[in-house]
């Protein structure tokens, strides 16, 4: 996705404005990542991990989330977990890939006949870390 501030926002619908929690790796300058719930507050626990990302090498992050609510991110054969959050909340039916301040894309969780819906609506994160 990036050297720096690579996002995952994940939704319980296809309306950007329904998005629970953001997923931000690499944040300030590649130094800082955690969870960011909807009221742009870390959830859980976050991480002062440095150099996560790379402009070279894609970096390949692991999201995952359980029955139980618990939601965790990983970086394979780097850290496990990276972050951990409880989040009771989230039934995910879409998810967007970004980096701060640039267009991604959403994902929503169809079949193939509906795939032409993922390309509806960009999804851009502007909003700080901080």
């Given at each position: 996705?990036?050297d720096?501030?690579?996002?995952v926002?994940?939704?319980?619908g ?13 944040g ?14 870390t959830?859980?626990?976050?991480s ?8 070279l ?6 999201v995952r989330l359980?029955?139980d ?11 496990d ?9 989230l039934?995910v039916?879409?998810l ?14 169809c ?16 909003v700080?870390?901080?």
């Amino acid at each position: 996705m990036g050297d720096h501030d690579a996002n995952v926002q994940l939704s319980n619908g296809q309306d950007e404005k329904m998005v629970l929690y953001t997923i931000v790796v690499g944040g300030y300058s590649n130094t800082y990542s955690r969870i960011r719930n909807a009221s742009l507050l870390t959830a859980g626990i976050d991480s002062y991990r440095t150099g996560l990302l790379s402009p070279l090498w894609p970096t390949p992050i692991d999201v995952r989330l359980k029955y139980d609510g618990e939601l965790s991110v990983a970086i394979p054969g780097v850290v496990d977990p990276l972050l951990r959050a409880s989040a009771p909340d989230l039934d995910v039916k879409s998810l967007c890939f970004n980096v701060y301040l640039s267009e991604g894309r959403w994902f929503y969780n169809c079949n193939e006949e509906d795939e032409y819906i993922s390309a509806a609506s960009p999804c851009k994160i502007d909003v700080r870390m901080n």
